[in-house]
């Protein structure tokens, strides 16, 4: 199997981004086509990918002191924050995540859903919003 994983990998090519295969169509990885219609992913892939993405937020929430502190419905909560927004742009939530550092759920809460995401993500930011309000889920 390694000996036709490297074959491949050399006729097909190896990208992390998408890219158009020389059909045109959309493609990833080492010739996965991902174009509607296609192979697409398998639902283990998508589980697969989404926890990837779920340890790679957590490991960067980690370098705020206090998040390891946070219960884990609120750690939850900063953790679908990070995933939609990315870190930096989580963090540049200032009063928010001054206020989640010093137990003010309440106003952190209030400061995520006064604000530009709030409005684009709807229903997203009531249920996150919630969860950083009260520890539980909605």
Known sequence: MSK???QLRIHEGVRS???KCSSGLETIGVG?????GS???????????LENDIKRCKQELVSLPWFIDLDPVRQDAL???CFNLGLTRLL?????MAAMATGDYDKAAEEFLDSRWSRQVGQRSL???HMIRTGEYP
């Open 127 to 129: 249920e996150v919003a």
């Open 79 to 81: 953790v679908n924050l």
């Open 39 to 49: 192979l697409g992913l398998s639902d283990d892939e998508i589980d697969y990918l």
């Open 32 to 36: 996965r086509c991902i174009a509607q």
């Open 17 to 19: 981004h998408v890219y």
């Open 4 to 6: 036709l994983s490297d």
């Open 92 to 96: 540049g939530f200032k009063n928010a």
